[in-house]
């Protein structure tokens, strides 16, 4: 066991923004439905805004062999204590899980969607490279209190990634938060591009300035494009074509919200940072 995630609980608490709380070790179920069933569900950190209740319920992924386990022990909770109004989980990753247990907790906060919850997963101290995550994380705390890590800037990921760009009764769209999901929209457009005319069509001749490269299929795709997720109500299965889950960008979504909503803005995702794949 390393110490670099009591190290976050500690000074997630100490960097707590202004008018919010915050709590370590925090039981989701009662001790006697927990009793019930065997195994216990404990967030790593609580972030509560005292104003209206809102609580961020934030996990640390630094280097776990099976990362999906704590999302599990969340949507299995939800079976019996739905997640309220306000609540969100929030699951931080960093680069030393490997990149195919880091996509299959990603697709597994899809699933978490699925059944009604609010859920998201982000990169956690994404300038870091999986060595140095890995060195940090065995330096004893008073070492890793040296490192100077910028916990208020992982503090503001956690609410910015949970916050919805847009949010009204037919549409919601939020920033693309996970690196997979940036992956996922960028293979979403060039499949949409080069075999659905209409969607061509749609796309027109606009201007793009910045593009996203994929390492593995080596395509390009607008990085505007790639930075969003988000639902309409008129989507159905046709969402879930191209190896797109339900949430992932669409050109038809896009050229809904392009021009007529300011927050929909590609040099605020730039800010944003995705680690690395």
Known sequence: MGNLASFLQSEFSQHAPAGWSCSSEFHIL??????????????DVLLERECDRKRLWIEFEVSRANPVANHAKFAT???????REGNVFINMISSHVARG?????SNTICLMREVGMNAFQTVLLPSLPPSEIKRINYLERELIAQESLDISAEISRTMTVSEAVIDEPDKSLYFASDLLDVFLNL?????EISSDGLALEKWGKRTIKYFV???????????KFCAYLGTTKTLGEESRKHFSHRFAMTIDFYVTLDGVYSRFDGCRAQSLGWGQP
């Open 77 to 83: 909770s939800h079976l019996f204590q739905p997640q």
């Open 213 to 223: 490269f994929d390492p593995f299929s080596f395509n390009f795709a607008p990085s």
């Open 101 to 105: 247990r880091r996509n299959l907790a």
């Open 30 to 43: 009662p001790p006697d439905l927990s009793e019930l069933l065997g195994y216990s569900s404990k967030v």
């Open 187 to 191: 293979r979403r457009w060039n499949a």
